[in-house]
């Protein structure tokens, strides 16, 4: 047994230590992280169950939009082309509103990481999720770190096979609700869900469910660390996002060197000695099996649960937290040159502190002000402005637009009377789930009238037509000018469309051709 002032050393290695550096493309060696805890922890369990409960929830959630539209909160009603999400409705022309928003998650990606490191990657990447949801699965049923490698290294027995195929068959039923939770985002979730299990659905939806049940099994419970580490482009793109005042999880060895296993024998012996007892706690919670120690590495994803077992690995010696902790290059270099006393020779743990063991002032420590820089002004006003424009522009945009066609040929007609007649396709377009009653008008050409085409409107200068809810209304319209009243070959007018109970109203400029006058 160990009293409270010993630390258990783990035999934990990291997949690609400095000292043994695998190839590139070196055959996966197992990883079995062990159950961290500590705040970044629980805030790693909070984040996944919003991120998960927005996922799996969402398209279950309701939204009153009358009668004459879909009542699923958020849409993407392909068959229709809309894109419902709660009192927003996204037509096919307005797609630049969710280009908008991609380039403000692009921008955000940018801001987070340039501040924070890869904070996205640690906490909120879906892979990351999944990865963790995978990871309850496997402790809960063969157990923390050290019964899960016993299990594995074990030979095959019953135990092991029934162990084995039940965390199996959760991942995939935790891979099929996760394809299950994305098709209901495209159709009626209520609706879809008895047709997938009555085996009346579109052939389109078990495709999808199983390419996504597979997907997530595969990423989620057989590569896991894998697609971090080769598949996605982030940690090579980050590296550019990066400079010396944004936030990393870094080992400070400016007090941690040189490690010792047996401190006291070391201090005893007049040597000196930092505080990383080399225990390896932080190798054995990584998930990506990497030592921090090593520095800053392509595979870290700044989870930060390497911070979590070393603080508490501090706290069962007595000593201050923050051996591994969030730091920016600034700060440790700062760090490093008062422990090598300038650069000048190796680091010397007693340099950073004072006589009484407190650690000197003249240490530098991070400061919330210090990521709010140039560079993270420029991030947040770029992010701000394409917000508020798009917030603007979704806010006066008109839900009411009119269309209008000339016809091609011909171009006129000269009528029996000596009078002129031009065609015209009318399109008209109710953007809100209510039906309307609009009224068309002519405004301009003088003596003009309008006809529609297999409609008893009667001939005149305006009309008002009934539009169906959320639909495109084409008309054929002839407009006719008496022979007297034309004034040139080519006159403009326009046709005017409002709806008299909303007052929102549009108008298009057309040209009316005629015959040139004889010379």
């Known amino acids: 047994m160990l009293d409270k002032t010993q630390v258990e050393r783990l035999e934990a290695e990291a997949v690609n230590s400095a000292k043994i550096r695998q190839p590139l493309y070196a055959a996966r060696k197992k990883i079995f992280p062990k159950r961290a805890s500590g705040n970044f922890r629980r805030f790693k369990w909070l984040v996944m169950a919003i991120t998960l409960g927005i996922y799996y929830l969402t398209p279950w959630l309701r939204w009153d939009r009358g009668p004459f539209a879909p009542d ?36 955000g990606l940018f801001l987070i990481t340039s501040t924070v490191g890869r904070a996205w990657c640690g906490y909120a990447c879906p892979q990351t999720v999944w990865v963790d949801l995978f990871l309850v699965v496997e402790r809960a049923i063969e157990g923390d770190r050290n019964a899960r490698m016993k299990l594995d290294a074990g030979p095959w027995t019953a135990r092991k096979l029934m162990l084995r195929v039940s965390k199996h068959t959760i991942w995939l039923v935790i891979g099929a609700a996760t394809g299950g939770a994305w098709i209901f985002y495209f159709a009626d979730a209520p609706t879809l869900l008895g047709e997938l299990f009555t085996g009346t659905a579109a052939a389109v939806a078990y495709i999808t469910v199983a390419v996504l049940t597979a997907t997530t099994y595969t990423f989620g419970g057989l590569m896991r660390e894998q697609v971090c580490t080769y598949m996605c482009p982030w940690p090579r793109i980050q590296a550019a996002m990066l400079d010396e005042s944004s936030l990393t999880v ?76 969030y730091a920016t290059l600034s700060d440790y270099n700062t760090n490093m040159m008062l422990a090598t006393a300038g650069g000048s020779n190796s680091v010397n743990p007693p340099l950073v502190r004072t006589a009484d063991g407190l650690f000197s002032d003249k240490l530098a420590h991070f400061h919330l002000r210090k990521i709010f820089r140039p560079r993270t002004y420029v991030y947040m006003g770029i992010w701000s402005l394409i917000g508020l424009g798009l917030l603007y522009s979704l806010l006066t945009r008109d839900r009411l637009e009119l269309n209008v066609l000339h016809d091609r040929n011909p171009q006129f007609v000269t009528l029996s009377d000596g009078s002129i007649r031009n065609g015209y396709t009318v399109k008209l377009l109710n953007m809100i789930p209510e039906p309307r009653t609009l009224v068309v008008t002519m405004q301009g050409l003088e003596g003009a009238e309008m006809v529609v085409v297999g409609d008893d409107i009667p001939a005149g200068r305006s009309f008002a037509i009934p539009v169906e809810p959320d639909r495109l209304k084409m008309l054929k319209v002839f407009v006719r000018q008496p022979a007297d009243q034309i004034r040139a070959p080519a006159q403009t007018f326009k046709f005017r469309v409002e709806d008299r109970a909303s007052f929102e109203s549009n108008e298009y400029t057309a040209t009316f051709n005629a015959p040139e006058a004889p010379r």
């Not at 401190?263 to 080399?278: F, L």
């Not at 595979?299 to 051996?323: H, N, P, Q, S």
């Open 250 to 325: 870094t080992y400070n060895d400016w007090r941690g060197e040189p490690r010792s296993r047996h401190a006291k024998k070391v201090q005893a012996a007049g040597q000196s000695v930092g505080d990383c007892v080399d225990c390896n706690a932080c190798v054995a919670v990584c998930p990506m099996g990497i030592d921090i120690r090593d520095g800053q590495q392509l595979e870290c994803i700044t989870c930060a649960l390497c911070i979590d077992a070393c603080d508490g690995v501090m706290d069962k010696l007595g000593k201050e937290r923050g051996l591994i902790s």
């Open 72 to 107: 699923q909160a958020v849409l993407l009603d392909v068959a229709n082309r809309r894109f419902y999400f709660f009192f927003i409705e996204i037509w096919p022309q307005e797609f630049f509103y969710v280009a908008g928003l991609l380039v403000m998650a692009g921008v």
